[in-house]
């Protein structure tokens, strides 16, 4: 019941009561008005019935400097054409036709018309063209389109799953009994699947940490390739070469390294937003809720939230579009795409291996068998028939592992960096990456 049919029902109320009373004052008095308001409504009721009852919408006054119909006809045509286009654009741009008025002109213009906001203006259109048959040009389609979501923008192209990893240094912030807290954050742009670690500084070894630990160990269990890794301009990812662990140990995998354009962080969009949703969705209330004496303490926790992060929280993205991030890495119709895309896509100092077609991979996870919430990932290699498995990708209990000498002569063999890597240059952390992660040489 809408407030006018209200206002209604308690006059025709006053009226029905007075009459069963027999006594005005009585009726007045229980319906809490006063008895020259009983008359006043006795009065219209008389004359017009029950439509008199009702509430006269105020009509709005004739000003004498109201703009001209034509010219407002030409405003509102003009407003159609451009719906996009705000107050203050069409008052510069109607200059150039000759037609002089202010930006609070156009709006009051607007506002008699229902056409006050850019929704409403593109509703409008869609009305003329449903109605009366009026032809939309380009603008005006990719506007109803972009607004309905049909063709969404996209901020960052990505083709499939590890096409670009975006990775991001945060600061949680600082405790007593820990000192200054880093994240480690890396999220996919295609599937917004994240990974983050915490750390008690931010070097680059560090950096490097994270990949080494859990973002490439994963995506070789799926089969799935990086290609490239976006990060911003800070020391603990950009540096010289073999000197820097970090781009020493990307130059390894054959990722390639984009960066962002100095003052611009919005470039990194998909990973500082995957910051902001840690930041009040698990941050903000697991200090509300419990006291941290110890990092791993938090970073069980911060697990137990990227499990449900990943595998159990639907996301609303125009990417994703109300799917889980584990449900889009595990579609079998990316896959095309990457193989399609597989050399053309590679960096220059990467080796796209053909020897991956001899073996299939059988990747899945134990929900039982949980470390810190995460699913431990197992990955199985059986040969083909009638094929031999390829050496490179023994099982880690039969490979023999090398020694840092003989780890140092087969990077030469296998012409890296030209620089020379002697037995005491060569990073501790990228040597022990070669005995962590499966299938690297």
């Given amino acids: 019941m809408t407030p006018q049919e209200m206002l209604l029902k308690h006059k025709m109320s006053l009226l029905q009561l007075a009459e069963q009373l027999h006594n005005i004052r009585l009726a007045c008095k229980m319906m809490g008005v006063s008895r020259q308001h009983y008359y006043d409504i006795k009065e219209r009721f008389e004359q017009a019935g029950v439509s008199g009852l009702k509430e006269k919408e105020r009509s709005l006054p004739d000003m004498p400097n109201k703009t001209q119909e034509a010219l407002e006809q030409l405003i509102l045509d003009y407003s159609l054409k451009h719906p996009t286009y705000g107050k203050d654009r069409v008052a510069i741009q109607l200059r150039f036709q000759g037609i002089v008025i202010s930006a609070s002109g156009i709006e009051k213009i607007w506002r008699r018309q229902g056409l006050e906001n850019r929704f ?19 603008e005006q389609i990719q506007a109803i389109m972009e607004h309905v979501h049909k063709i969404p923008t996209e901020h960052v192209f990505s083709r499939y799953p590890g096409y670009l990893l975006c990775q991001d240094t945060f ?45 490439i160990p994963f995506y070789m269990a799926f089969n799935i390739p990086i290609r490239r890794m976006l990060t911003d301009n800070g020391g603990e990812f950009c540096g010289r070469g073999i000197k820097h662990d970090y781009e020493f140990m990307l130059d390894i995998f ?7 354009r100095v003052g611009m962080p919005q470039t990194n969009g998909f990973v500082e937003r995957f910051n902001r949703t840690l930041l009040e969705e698990f941050f903000c209330v697991a200090f509300r809720k419990k006291w941290y004496v110890s990092l791993e303490e938090l970073q069980q926790d911060l697990d ?29 119709t990316n896959y095309p795409k990457r193989l399609t895309y597989d050399k053309i896509d590679s960096p220059a100092n990467a080796e796209v291996s053909t020897e991956l077609e001899a073996c299939t991979h059988n990747v899945r996870y134990k929900s039982s068998d949980l470390a810190g919430g995460l699913a431990v990932f197992e990955r199985g290699v059986e040969a083909r028939s009638g094929q031999g498995c390829p050496a490179k990708y023994v099982s ?32 501790l952390l990228v040597y ?5 992660v499966e299938g690297v040489w």
């Fill in 304 to 332: 137990t939230y990227l499990w449900h992060y990943n595998f159990q929280r639907p996301h609303s993205g125009y990417r994703l579009n109300g799917k889980r991030p584990i449900d889009v890495l595990l579609d079998t």
């Fill in 171 to 215: 600061e949680v912030g600082h405790i007593k009994s820990i000192g200054k807290i880093y994240m480690q954050a890396v999220v996919d742009t295609y599937g917004s699947f994240g990974f983050a670690k915490l750390y008690t500084s931010k070097l680059p070894t560090t950096a490097a940490d994270l990949l080494i630990d859990k973002v």
């Fill in 396 to 427: 880690q209990a039969e490979r023999r592992q090398p020694t840092r000498a003989q780890f140092c002569l087969s990077f030469r063999q296998n012409k890296r960096p030209r620089e020379k890597i002697a037995k005491n240059r060569t990073p």
């Fill in 120 to 138: 409403k203006r593109l509703l409008k259109l869609e009305e003329l063209h449903r109605e009366a048959g009026m032809v939309l040009s380009d």
């Fill in 254 to 260: 054959g990722i390639e390294h984009k960066r962002i």
């Fill in 432 to 436: 022990e990456l070669y005995k962590i």
